[in-house]
């Protein structure tokens, strides 16, 4: 089953609306998450790390008041597109990684296409 | 992260061997070389990993060259749902729990 789950899979909003997505970890805690932005035919592009009980890091380029990060628990991230316009329609995927001797695998969400209209 | 270079896309037929390179010159020596791939549609899933030694699993071989300043993903029998894009990612073993900077990854198209 789905280590890292991500909700809504699909969501269309109206331009000026804002929009929250949530990542969980499943069965283990993650105190770093992270956030990806996928634009058609490109690849992930990295747009934040959220931390658990403290702000996230914000990528160059990336407007932390445009895309508000939580991480108040450790199974729980969100990240909010807050006044969506349709440049921010993307597909938004986040991941959290889980260690075990010495090795750590990254674990991805389902991913969530917003619509912005 | 030291860079990868990979084809920007490959085919291949159903039930054949598929080799998809990658280039990481810079590498060094503490870069682990991690493979993902996505399939359409979804987020990616974790396909395998080496350090020096070549590497099997359910999903995959990795064949390392002996310079590491390559390596090449082996899919024994592609199969439709083979079909996605692999990227290949250098990890500095004391940064296992930090971010993943995708590159461009390979496209890969099976034909049955």
């Known amino acids: 089953g789905a280590v890292v789950s991500q909700h809504p899979s699909r969501v269309i909003c109206k331009s000026g609306t804002s929009v929250k997505i949530e990542c969980r970890s499943l069965?283990?805690?993650?105190?770093?998450m992270f956030w990806y932005r996928q634009f058609p035919k490109q690849s992930l592009m990295l747009m934040a790390t959220?931390?658990?009980?403290?702000?996230?890091?914000?990528e160059q380029g990336v407007e932390k008041d445009k895309f508000l990060i939580n991480h108040a628990s450790l199974t729980l991230s969100t990240l909010t597109v807050t006044s969506a316009h349709p440049e921010d329609s993307s597909f938004y995927i986040c991941?959290?990684?889980?260690?075990?001797?010495?090795?750590?695998?990254?674990?991805f969400g389902q991913g969530t296409r917003l619509t912005v209209v | 992260d030291a860079k990868t270079t990979q084809p920007n896309s490959m085919e291949s037929n159903e039930e054949e061997p598929v080799h998809l390179p990658c280039n990481h010159s810079t590498i060094s020596g503490t870069d682990y070389i991690h493979w993902y791939r996505q399939l359409p549609s979804q987020g990616p899933e974790y396909v395998i990993h080496g350090l020096t030694s070549n590497v099997n699993n359910r999903m995959a071989s990795l064949a390392i060259a002996e310079d590491r300043k390559s390596s090449t993903l082996i899919l024994h029998r592609a199969t439709l749902r083979d079909a996605a894009v692999y990227y290949c990612?250098?990890?500095?073993?004391?940064?296992?729990?930090?971010?993943?900077?995708f590159g461009q990854g390979t496209e890969l198209s099976v034909k049955p």
């Open positions: 959220s931390n658990e009980g403290s702000k996230a890091t914000y």
């Open positions: 069965d283990f805690q993650a105190t770093t």
């Open positions: 991941s959290a990684t889980r260690g075990e001797g010495g090795f750590t695998e990254a674990f």
């Open positions: 990612i250098l990890r500095d073993v004391n940064n296992q729990g930090g971010k993943l900077i």
